[in-house]
């Protein structure tokens, strides 16, 4: 599996994600400022990471996650 992916949404791209090896997860770097609510959030997978980018192009924001600690 690559370490890093491109996220793209219709007609832009959103950012990338990057594998972070320590914590099991990938990180998402903003390309553009509309994205930068998700700048630096860790996400499972890569698709997670598209999904929350295509909910922010959409809706303007992204649905905190619940804290479970």
């Known amino acids: 599996m690559p370490d890093a992916y491109v996220i793209e949404v219709p007609g832009r ?3 990338i994600v990057a594998r972070d090896s320590q914590n099991n997860s990938f990180n998402f770097y903003s390309a553009l400022p509309r994205f930068s609510a998700i700048e630096g959030q860790r996400f499972s997978d890569p698709l997670a990471a ?3 980018a295509r909910m922010l192009a959409k809706h303007g924001s992204v649905p905190r996650r ?4």
């Not at 619940?66 to 600690?69: G, L």
């Open 13 to 15: 791209t959103a950012g």
């Open 50 to 52: 598209e999904r929350a």
């Open 66 to 69: 619940r804290e479970t600690e």
